[in-house]
């Protein structure tokens, strides 16, 4: 049974950078994808990026195209996301989450605990 | 971008009884759609995956239809411990996207 555990909650000031990490456990790490999803305060769910590690290229949603970067440890099994030019509308619960491919596609079955930013002066 | 659309944005019913969320997609998603559950403080739970099929655990009263653009979820014999925030996602292509939820309470 695969695993997602997350870093912790982190604090900000604007224009700055933060890397959340997304630990995974069981499964072959190489065979999946892991996502990135946000949740702004009393909001819905917005998806940042995906990785498959070891299989080419992340994919980006094009608002973060210019500022975020999702990579992947195969040694650690570890996932991360660094966001960068931080404002206070970055402020959110940042999860990763496992798109297990095959029939299943990107549909999220596995979510990490979530990790909170906060972004302000 | 595939925008998601659900409605309604909330709903309340009792105990036993059926509801229905449906979710629009902006364009042709073939079968490339889930739905999620997500109480307040929690991460999502997948429910649903490639528009009908029932993720491992999840009850039976819950299920899912539909194709296309459109879609539904529904819940037979609610029961209490449903109440909370569900989400239609697509993963037919890049970027993938969400429905804005529907939070569904108890009467």
């Known amino acids: 049974q695969v695993h997602l555990v997350q870093s912790g909650a982190e604090v900000r000031k604007p224009g700055s950078s933060v890397k959340v990490s997304c630990k995974a456990s069981g499964g072959n790490f190489n065979n999946y994808a892991i996502n990135w999803i946000r949740q702004a305060p009393g909001q819905g769910l917005e998806w940042v990026g995906r990785?498959?590690?070891?299989?080419?290229?992340?994919k980006y949603a094009q608002k973060f195209q210019d500022r975020v970067a999702i990579t992947a440890d195969d040694s650690t099994t570890t996932a991360y996301m660094e966001l960068n030019t931080l404002t206070s509308e970055d402020t959110a619960v940042y999860y990763c989450?496992?798109?297990?491919?095959?029939?299943?596609?990107?549909?999220?079955?596995?979510w990490g605990q979530g990790t909170w930013l906060a972004v302000s002066s | 971008d595939t925008q998601m659309t659900q409605s309604p944005s909330t709903l309340s019913a009792s105990v036993g009884d059926r509801v229905t969320i449906t979710c629009r997609a902006s364009?042709?998603?073939?079968?490339?759609l889930a739905w999620y559950q997500q109480k307040p403080g929690i991460a999502p739970k997948l429910l649903i995956y490639e528009t009908s099929n029932l993720e491992s655990g999840v009850p039976s009263r819950f299920s899912g239809s539909g194709g296309r653009t459109e879609f539904t979820l529904t819940i037979n014999n609610l029961q209490p411990e449903d109440i909370g925030t569900y989400y239609c996602?697509?993963?037919?292509?890049?970027?993938?996207?969400f429905g804005q939820g529907t939070k569904v309470e108890i009467e």
């Open positions: 990785i498959v590690p070891s299989f080419g290229p992340p």
């Open positions: 996602q697509q993963y037919n292509g890049f970027p993938w996207t």
């Open positions: 364009q042709n998603i073939n079968k490339w």
């Open positions: 989450a496992r798109g297990p491919g095959g029939q299943r596609g990107d549909a999220l079955d596995i």
